[in-house]
């Protein structure tokens, strides 16, 4: 008989291997032996770690002292991954001490002692924290600094950007699990999906409607699970992302354009392309990365939409298809540093380096240029980044405007004047600039930049 996978161990294994250097995607096939429910719940206790990964260092170095000996990858990644059973998940604690310690292997053997010690130290402390402790910045003994789970470098960025109280309020949206948003096809399919989730054994999920096309569901599922999702009327799209397509929909609207022939760089898995094919648009969508591509095809084809898929670097000098070409819009959703997203890539903060975003914008301003090239006169450009740097948004934005006098920037039209920043309403280009802490209350969303700008004439 084989032996059944151990779901602690899996898990130790994906952090371990997040902690060595690699994305959550390459790590995940750490879970793939595991059975679906143990599968979810190893991914929620490495999404705890990863999220809260400074608070549980901290934590574990009262009781660790000095440098565990030898190799002890998957021995400091077992201790985390105990840490958060007890510490932050509704885990009975001597199933978490017992199952994690019954998890380590022979190469963790020396450290099983450890581990058996440490966990049982941390039962005591959440014990005896919860007889005396009643602040909210620390449940059961372990202690909330939301900003020290991210990088230094990370942290003075936001707050010379957005100063202290913001960066604070970004940091904790970013240490909590995200709403899942669901963009739909069309304005009709939502009530639908509504009425069909009241009568599933999901119904008492609490709902919000952020705009005609997003509907919030406040805690997340197995989305191929919900009503709709075969048939393709909705695709998950986080609200702030669809911005930037509302506005540039909006633009060409006005512009009596329905059905505008639109370039999609860098647009796989395919949410703007997806948006934008579902306005009545036309669709030429580009991305460098042939895996991505397949995911926004299967996208594609979920949701009956259609567009032209050219596999290319947008810096190729010989893109066949688009030779000569000009659209009615080109939409930049440039590569970028992607700070705003952090909290569905919790491993961002571990990998991320702050020397990238300089290259990262030099990428941006050469792909800017080479944009330009394909929209027509009295045509479009959307630039957008989910990066909270203002050196790849406000800064791009600027130099671009400054360097291209035959463009000037759009007034944000059809968005929530708040997300738009009152500062922007004074100066010479509008913008959209969200932060995770935006509407905190109803649950935050990604940090995105977008600038629309239209090109008044040939340069
Ligand atoms: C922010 S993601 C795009 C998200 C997408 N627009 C959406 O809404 O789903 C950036 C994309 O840029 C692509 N990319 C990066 N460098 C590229 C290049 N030189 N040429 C074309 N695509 C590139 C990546 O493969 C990635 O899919």
Redesign the pocket.
């Known amino acids: 008989m084989t032996k059944k996978p151990n779901c602690r161990r899996a898990a130790a294994a994906m952090l371990a291997a997040i902690e060595r250097g690699k994305t959550m995607d390459e790590a995940a096939d750490r879970l793939s032996d595991l059975s679906p429910p143990d599968r979810r719940l190893a991914k929620a206790m490495v999404m705890f770690a990863l999220r809260r990964r400074g608070d549980i260092t901290a934590i574990l170095a009262k009781y660790i002292k000095r440098n565990i000996p030898g190799r002890p990858h998957l021995a400091r990644a077992l201790l985390q991954i105990g840490a958060v059973q007890i510490l932050l998940m509704d885990i009975p604690d001597h199933a978490a001490v017992a199952e994690t310690v019954t998890a380590c292997g022979r190469g963790e053997a020396p450290y099983r002692g450890l581990i058996n010690a440490v966990l049982r130290k941390l039962v005591t402390e959440k014990k005896n924290s919860d007889k005396t402790n009643k602040d909210d910045t620390q449940k059961h003994g372990l202690s909330y600094d939301p900003l020290s789970n991210f990088p230094e470098w990370m942290v003075a960025q936001w707050r010379e950007n957005y100063g202290s109280e913001k960066a604070e309020s970004i940091a904790d949206i970013h240490c909590q699990k995200p709403p899942l948003d669901l963009c739909f096809k069309s304005a009709e399919a939502m009530p639908l999906f509504i009425n069909a989730l009241s009568q599933s054994d999901i119904s008492n999920i609490n709902i919000h409607q952020l705009s005609p096309n997003v509907l919030r569901l406040m805690d997340a599922v197995d989305v191929e699970t919900l009503p709709g999702f075969e048939a393709g009327d909705w695709w998950v799209q986080d609200y702030a992302?669809t911005l930037p397509v509302i506005w540039l929909d909006k633009l060409l609207a006005e512009n009596k354009q329905i059905d505008a022939t639109i370039l999609?760089?860098?647009?796989?898995?395919?949410?703007?392309?997806m948006q934008l094919a579902s306005r009545g648009h036309h669709l030429t969508a580009?991305?460098?990365?042939a895996s991505?591509l397949d995911r926004l095809k299967a996208n594609l084809t979920r949701t009956l939409l259609t567009a032209e898929i050219i596999q290319?670097?947008?810096?190729e000098n010989t893109i066949p298809y688009l030779k000569e070409k000009t659209f009615d819009a080109v939409l930049l959703?440039?590569?970028?540093s992607?700070t705003g997203t952090i909290r569905r890539h919790p491993d961002l903060p571990l990998h991320r380096r702050e020397k990238e975003v300089l290259k990262l914008t030099e990428?941006q301003k050469n792909?800017l240029n080479r944009a330009d090239k394909w929209v027509r006169v009295g045509g479009f450009l959307a630039y957008v980044t989910?990066s909270l740097d203002p050196r790849e948004g406000e800064e791009q934005l600027k130099e671009f405007l400054e360097q291209h006098p035959n463009y000037e920037a759009c007034a944000p039209t059809g968005l929530p004047d708040e997300l738009c920043g009152h500062q922007n309403k004074g100066s010479a280009f509008g913008y959209l600039r969200t932060t995770p802490a935006d509407w905190r209350d109803e649950g935050g969303m990604d940090g995105f930049f977008a600038s629309v700008l239209k090109k008044i004439k040939a340069s």
Do not use: E, Y
Not at 264 to 273: E, H, I, Q, R, S
Not at 333 to 336: E, F, G, H, Q
């Open positions: 992302a999609d760089l860098c647009a796989a898995p395919g949410g703007k392309t580009l991305d460098i990365s991505r290319a670097d947008v810096m959703d440039a590569p970028c992607a990428i792909m989910c």
